[in-house]
C-alpha cells in the first residue's frame, strides 16, 4: 500500500525557516517524480514544487523560486522541503504528491502539515 | 501564467447528473485531471489524462477535454459526493502545473 506521511509543520515567526519531510512507502521511491502542493485555509490548491527521479529536474512555482528547496533521499524514501524567509502568506497545509512515471498529475497524497507563520 | 478557471459551486440532486467545467487557453492540448477533496481530508485523483479514472473511483465519474473546456461528469450522484473538486493541468511553458479555483459541489 502506498503511503506519504507528511511531517514538519509548526509556528514560525515571519523571515523564519522549517524544514518539512515526507516519509513514503509501498512502491519503489526512487523512480517516482514528487511534489509538494499547498492549500491556504479556507483557499484552494496550489502547487508548490516538482523534483524528478533522479532530481535531475526541479521545477518551482514562482510564489516561492529563490526562498524554497526541494530535494530528496532515496535511500531513505523521503522528500524534503526546505523554507526560508516565510512570510504569513505562506501559511497553509503542506501535502506531499506523488506523481506517477508518465504523468504530470499527482496519484498519491500525503495527510497534509500545517505551517503556520505569525508573530 | 496559465490559468484554470472553474465555476464556484454546482447543486444537483441526488441521483441526477453533475457537470463541473474547468477553462483555459487551449486547454484540450494538454491533459487535463481531476480531485476530489472532502472536508478535512487530503485531495483523491478521480480523473487522469482527461478521462481515465483510477482503481477504485466508480464509474459514475467520468471525464472530457476538447477546445478550451475540460469536464468533470457525475452520474447518478450520490450524497457522497459532496465535496470540492479541482482540475490540473502541466503548463509545459512553464514547467509548473497549474490548478484551477475549486468547484463546491451540494447534493440537495
Redesign the interface.
Known amino acids: 500500500e502506498v503511503q506519504l506521511v507528511d511531517s514538519g509543520g509548526g509556528l514560525v515567526q515571519p523571515g523564519g525557516s522549517l524544514r518539512l519531510s515526507c516519509a513514503a512507502s509501498g512502491f519503489t521511491f526512487s523512480t517516482y517524480s514528487m ?1 509538494w ?1 499547498r492549500q491556504a485555509p479556507g483557499k ?4 508548490v514544487s ?1 523534483i524528478s527521479s533522479g532530481s535531475s ?1 526541479i ?1 518551482y ?2 510564489s516561492v523560486k529563490g526562498r524554497f528547496t526541494i530535494s530528496r533521499d532515496d535511500a531513505k524514501s523521503s522528500l524534503y522541503l526546505q523554507m526560508n524567509s516565510l512570510r504569513a502568506e505562506d501559511t497553509a497545509v503542506y ?1 506531499c504528491a506523488r506523481a ?1 512515471v508518465k ?10 502539515t500545517l505551517v503556520t507563520v505569525s508573530s | 501564467s496559465y490559468e484554470l478557471t472553474q465555476p464556484p459551486s454546482v447543486s444537483v440532486s441526488p441521483g441526477q447528473t453533475a457537470s463541473i467545467s474547468c477553462s483555459g487557453d487551449k486547454l484540450g492540448d494538454k491533459y487535463a485531471c481531476w480531485y476530489q477533496q472532502k472536508a478535512g481530508q487530503s485531495p483523491v485523483l478521480v480523473i487522469y489524462q482527461n478521462n481515465k479514472r483510477p482503481s477504485g473511483i466508480p464509474e459514475r465519474f467520468s471525464g472530457s477535454n476538447s477546445g478550451n473546456t475540460a469536464t468533470l461528469t457525475i452520474s447518478g450522484t450520490q450524497a457522497m459526493d459532496e465535496a470540492d473538486y479541482y482540475c490540473q493541468a502541466w503548463d509545459s511553458t512553464t514547467a509548473s502545473a497549474v490548478f484551477g479555483g475549486g468547484t463546491q459541489l451540494t447534493v440537495l
Open positions: 511534489n502542493v484552494g490548491l496550489e502547487w516538482y529536474s521545477y512555482a514562482d501535502y506517477p504523468g504530470y498529475y499527482f496519484d498519491y497524497w500525503g495527510q497534509g
